[in-house]
């Protein structure tokens, strides 16, 4: 009986580290559709995901982990799409590694695409979702393809039903952040030239024009609410009538991205005192018309002409709250508004109640213009981070890292000066002193300048990773191109200076002008080009298989890579692959190959990649390190040069070094 258990023990944990090795997929799709009526069909695309594990949203911000791509086939015959695709809410989070807010889903994760049918007979939608699953130290990339006859039974398919989502778990806490960064922008409009003068006039005329202090308490709270309720009215308008097909196609494209930085151009100029942004005299007239009637009718409409009134100063501010809101949710522009309209009733509630805290205020004055103009010079450079996307999303080259450094070294120093008062503006009063809170502000805003001039030749400047643009865009980098272009070699006590260059039979990589190897890593990104070049100079080979989505893998290289141990074994002991898992790059159509794996055809680079993972070596994680015996790079069954165990996503850098030190040591002993 003990023997029979041994061996049942024994069975049962071969048996997880045989499928542990194998490629893993912990999801499972299922598609159907629902009769809309007039022709139109919903279809639904549905995976049930494993405990643990994740995917991350078709529209997270750019700059984060890989998207899930959903790509309709023009084959699809006899139907037409309508609209874009909606997913379930995700869960969002800010994350450290690439500094924007990510949407992922847990449990269960729903795309729903609406269609209208135009030829019953042949209707047909086809196509291919392309997505990362990751959970904590892993990711994998898969795909899926369908083919669904609308109108008819849906493939059959495996449906596994789905673990409950916990809804409290789905909660977006980003939205309370999003409420609080609205409620300071709202506090930022108080104090502009067009409102801050307007609370002791509009509380006195509360105080002053009643006889029954209760009543006239209750119509100023009355007044307070109502700029609550015109402003989150706009947020409500704004989601009602854009939806979210609007705000995900806002979030994603570049269009509105170039867009939205001329308008915050725009609002800069307007805070400087180029223009001012009002709305038709004859609306305010109207408003304050119906606002003289009194009462609670009168107190609402004198709401109405407080947010018209201060529309030239609060416009900008207004506007960049929902910019952002746009960006995201549908409920964000709800909640903006919300959170921006009770900080601007707040004082007129407060004073309203106490009337005595009036004279408590700071008198009106040429600060109110500094406000507003320091707000500008924060639009500028906030608005930048839009043509960033546009730019990084179609390469146009305009804003390198060390461009978009100097702007904003530029914006800030320009900043700082003005708060000096040697900059003046058209509305500013002449400065005879500093306070103390001012002093604190130039303080912080110099300070902040030379943080950012590091950045201009490399430094990482990682507090504001989600500000800039990538690392790699930077042209003048002095830690690579010391590293890359000179060593420092110690010869008989002096100190020789010598070139690094490849051997000869180590070709120029593919691929550089848009891919880079972390910390100045010399290396290549196409197997067959690093295996030639490792059998050149007898080296073995670090294959990192890896995708720009990655986050493992970019936790990875800044953690683990950084070591100045590991480099200094990658630099030298090894020659570097980065094999990533989604590149889009179209390979040469001579290069398009059938996989034997999945039967599909690999067309992109990173589908090449993908396919090589899964069939050298029944993997498809990522981060995932192999050191392999370059030696044996060109046979079929290439786990048997494997040198050490694969690595995956580890932080321990001791244990990392020994792993590179081991692969070195069996490649010696092999070649003996």
């Known amino acids: 009986m003990k023997k029979g258990l041994f061996t049942f023990l024994l069975t049962f944990i071969v048996g997880i580290f045989a499928v542990s090795a194998q490629v893993q997929n912990p999801t499972n799709w299922s598609y159907s559709q629902k009769d809309l009526g007039n022709n139109e069909y919903e279809l639904t695309l549905k995976a049930t995901i494993e405990p643990g594990w994740h995917?991350?949203?078709?529209?997270?911000?750019?700059?984060?982990?890989?998207?899930?791509?959903?790509?309709?086939?023009?084959?699809?015959?006899?139907?037409?799409?309508?609209?874009?695709?909606?997913?379930?809410?995700?869960?969002?989070?800010?994350?450290?590694?690439?500094?924007?807010?990510?949407?992922?889903?847990?449990?269960?994760?729903?795309?729903?695409?609406?269609?209208?049918?135009?030829?019953?007979?042949?209707?047909?939608?086809?196509?291919?979702?392309?997505?990362?699953?990751?959970?904590?130290?892993?990711?994998?990339?898969?795909?899926?393809?369908?083919?669904?006859?609308?109108?008819?039974?849906?493939?059959?398919?495996?449906?596994?039903?789905?673990?409950?989502?916990?809804?409290?778990?789905?909660?977006?806490?980003?939205?309370?952040?999003?409420?609080?960064?609205?409620?300071?922008?709202?506090?930022?409009?108080?104090?502009?030239?067009?409102?801050?003068?307007?609370?002791?006039?509009?509380?006195?005329?509360?105080?002053?024009?009643?006889?029954?202090?209760?009543?006239?308490?209750?119509?100023?709270?009355?007044?307070?609410?109502?700029?609550?309720?015109?402003?989150?009215?706009?947020?409500?308008?704004?989601?009602?009538?854009?939806?979210?097909?609007?705000?995900?196609?806002?979030?994603?494209?570049?269009?509105?991205?170039?867009?939205?930085?001329?308008?915050?151009?725009?609002?800069?100029?307007?805070?400087?005192?180029?223009?001012?942004?009002?709305?038709?005299?004859?609306?305010?007239?109207?408003?304050?018309?119906?606002?003289?009637?009194?009462?609670?009718?009168?107190?609402?409409?004198?709401?109405?002409?407080?947010?018209?009134?201060?529309?030239?100063?609060?416009?900008?501010?207004?506007?960049?709250?929902?910019?952002?809101?746009?960006?995201?949710?549908?409920?964000?522009?709800?909640i903006g508004m919300l959170g921006f309209s009770i900080a601007v009733a707040l004082p007129f509630g407060f004073f309203a109640f106490f009337p005595s805290k009036l004279s408590n205020l700071p008198k009106s004055g040429g600060w109110l213009n500094s406000v507003k103009v320091v707000l500008g010079f924060i639009e500028v450079a906030l608005g930048f981070k839009f043509l960033m996307v546009a730019d990084q999303t179609y390469h146009w080259g305009l804003l390198d890292r060390e461009v978009y450094i100097a702007i904003w070294i530029a914006v800030f120093t320009l900043m700082g000066i003005y708060l000096m008062g040697k900059i003046k503006f058209k509305n500013d009063s002449d400065l005879h002193h500093i306070g103390v809170f001012r002093l604190a502000l130039i303080i912080t805003t110099f300070s902040f300048v030379i943080y950012l001039i590091p950045g201009m030749f490399g430094a990482p400047l990682k507090a504001l990773a989600g500000y800039l643009p990538p690392q790699e865009s930077i042209d003048f980098d002095i830690n690579r191109i010391v590293r890359e272009n000179v060593k420092q070699v110690s010869v008989s006590g002096t100190t020789t200076t010598t070139t690094s260059t490849k051997p000869a039979a180590c070709e120029e990589a593919k691929y550089t002008e848009f891919l880079h190897l972390p910390h100045g890593l010399d290396g290549y990104f196409d197997y067959d080009q690093a295996l030639r070049c490792a059998q050149a100079q007898n080296k073995p080979l670090f294959i990192d298989f890896t995708g720009h989505g990655c986050v493992n893998c970019r936790e990875m290289e800044q953690a683990v890579w950084s070591d100045p141990r590991v480099l200094e074994i990658l630099r030298n002991d090894y020659v570097v692959v980065a094999l990533y898992v989604d590149d889009k790059t179209t390979l040469p159509e001579e290069e398009w190959y059938v996989s034997e794996y999945d039967g599909k055809k690999k067309k992109t680079l990173g589908k090449k990649n993908a396919d090589f993972q899964i069939k050298k070596f029944e993997s498809n994680a990522q981060p995932n390190y192999i050191l392999l015996d370059s030696r044996g790079g060109n046979d079929d069954n290439l786990q048997q040069h494997v040198l050490a165990p694969a690595r995956g996503h580890n932080l321990d850098r001791d244990a990392f070094v020994e792993f590179l030190k081991q692969g070195l040591e069996e490649y010696q002993k092999r070649g003996k």
């Open 55 to 334: 995917i991350y949203s078709m529209y997270t911000p750019d700059g984060g982990p890989m998207k899930t791509t959903l790509a309709f086939e023009d084959a699809g015959k006899g139907v037409e799409l309508l609209g874009t695709a909606i997913e379930n809410e995700p869960k969002k989070e800010m994350d450290p590694i690439f500094g924007v807010e990510v949407w992922s889903f847990e449990n269960e994760y729903v795309i729903t695409q609406k269609v209208r049918v135009t030829d019953a007979a042949i209707a047909s939608v086809k196509g291919t979702l392309e997505f990362q699953v990751c959970r904590e130290g892993q990711c994998v990339m898969f795909d899926d393809e369908f083919d669904i006859k609308v109108g008819k039974p849906a493939p059959a398919k495996e449906n596994v039903a789905a673990a409950p989502v916990d809804k409290e778990a789905q909660k977006d806490d980003s939205l309370w952040g999003f409420f609080w960064a609205a409620f300071i922008a709202g506090l930022a409009a108080v104090v502009m030239p067009c409102v801050f003068p307007m609370i002791p006039m509009t509380v006195s005329f509360f105080m002053h024009g009643d006889e029954n202090k209760a009543k006239a308490k209750s119509k100023a709270l009355f007044f307070s609410f109502s700029i609550i309720a015109i402003y989150t009215g706009l947020g409500v308008i704004i989601s009602v009538l854009l939806g979210p097909d609007f705000i995900n196609w806002l979030s994603t494209n570049w269009i509105p991205n170039l867009f939205f930085f001329i308008i915050f151009m725009i609002f800069a100029a307007s805070f400087f005192g180029a223009f001012e942004i009002v709305l038709p005299s004859w609306l305010v007239n109207k408003s304050d018309k119906q606002a003289d009637k009194g009462g609670y009718i009168g107190a609402f409409f004198m709401a109405f002409t407080l947010v018209l009134v201060s529309f030239s100063c609060t416009a900008p501010i207004v506007g960049t709250v929902l910019v952002e809101a746009a960006r995201g949710s549908v409920l964000r522009p709800i």
